[in-house]
Structure formats: structure tokens, C-alpha cells
């Protein structure tokens, strides 16, 4: 797969968020992106597009949260929690999105905030690196999934996803109704489906 910076396809209108879904191969960066050397969606709709990585120290952080490996699937959610929120937290201070805050609730002239489609973008391929690193044993990244077509009362939504290799089950992996850097949400992703938002 040749190297390409992340694209989106999908006819975006209202928010980005208001896309109809997303295809996984239309947005990912190649398989040549490194912790040390990818390319991150911010702005809303990956409207901006901004080539990072992560240091050689900062990597180190990232890999010592998978140490000892999970003995279980559920102690590896809470690790793959704990590692998104740190890198996260790395490319923020780095890019500029540290200031990106929940649901997207900024101007679309900002180009620090991300929308619901930048962070299934930029988890999606944090979930690879991590995988492509050795540090998931029971789980593989999958594409990811849509609720909410304004036909049918919903606004639209999608998330990056997980699925737990020996039960097959799918969970969600979504840092959208969070502020950067904060500990995303990982549930099943038949319960997202279903509308799952968090508590205020």
C-alpha cells in the first residue's frame, strides 16, 4: 500500500459528524506510518491534516502501560484506555489539539478541535500502531462503525472499534464525548449502537 496522507471520502455536511459513515480504507494512513512518523486529522472532517509521531521516550511510556501483558481481554481494555489517552495527550502538546474539548463543542474555524470523525481517525490509527507494536494479545483493530442517519432521529456518530479475538464480541473505542486526552469510553459496541452517551 503506497504511502498517502489520511483522506476522507464521505460527503460531510452540517457538522462532520453528520457524515453517513465512514470507510476504513478511505481516511487510514498507509501501512508504512510508525510511532515515530504519522499523519493525524484535526480541524472537524480531517479538514486539517498534520504529520507527527511520537518521540522515542514517548513510545517507551506508551509500550510500558502493556507491561506485564494482559492476562485477560478486560485488563487489555483497560490498558488500550490508559494508552490512548497518553497519546493523546503526546500529539496534543505537539499539534496543538490539547485544547480540543468534548463533542466537538468549538467553532469549525478551529482547526485544534476534532470532531467525531477526526477521532475515528487518529484512534483507529493509534489502535494500529499499538497492534503493529505487539501490544495487543487479545484483540485486533476493526473497522469502524455508525449510528444515526437524521432520518431516524439520531445524529450521526462514528467510532474506532476493537473485537476481542477469542469471544468475537466488538467494543467501541471512543474519545469523542471526552476532552483531549482524557480516558475514552471502551463498551460493547452493540450498546453504542443502541445510543449509548455518557452521563452528565
Not at 478541535?113 to 499499538?130: G, R, W
Not at 460493547?188 to 452521563?199: I, Q, V
Request: proline share 4%.
Amino acid at each position: 500500500m503506497k504511502h498517502a496522507a489520511l483522506l476522507l471520502t464521505t460527503t460531510l455536511f452540517l457538522s462532520a459528524c453528520g457524515s453517513t459513515g465512514i470507510n476504513l480504507n478511505a481516511y487510514r494512513d498507509s501501512s508504512s506510518a510508525t510511532p515515530q512518523q504519522f499523519t493525524m486529522c484535526h480541524g472537524q472532517g480531517c479538514t486539517t491534516q498534520t504529520r507527527t509521531g511520537f518521540t522515542k521516550g514517548e513510545w517507551t511510556k506508551i509500550s510500558a502501560l502493556f507491561k506485564p501483558k494482559a492476562k485477560s481481554a478486560s485488563t487489555e481494555r483497560d490498558q488500550i484506555k490508559k494508552a490512548i489517552a497518553m497519546m493523546e495527550r503526546f500529539t496534543g502538546a505537539r499539534v496543538g489539539t490539547r485544547v480540543d474539548k468534548a463533542e466537538a463543542k468549538a467553532p469549525k474555524s478551529d482547526i485544534f478541535q476534532m470532531d467525531c470523525i477526526d477521532e475515528t481517525a487518529n484512534t483507529t490509527q493509534y489502535l494500529e500502531l499499538l497492534a503493529r507494536g505487539g501490544h495487543l494479545k487479545w484483540h485486533r483493530v476493526t473497522a469502524p462503525v455508525h449510528r444515526g442517519y437524521f432520518v431516524d432521529g439520531a445524529w450521526p456518530h462514528n467510532t474506532a472499534t476493537i473485537t476481542d479475538q477469542k469471544s468475537g464480541v466488538a467494543y467501541v473505542v471512543d474519545s469523542f464525548y471526552f476532552d483531549n486526552g482524557q480516558t475514552p469510553v471502551i463498551i460493547p459496541a452493540k450498546d453504542w449502537l443502541a445510543g449509548w452517551k455518557p452521563k452528565r
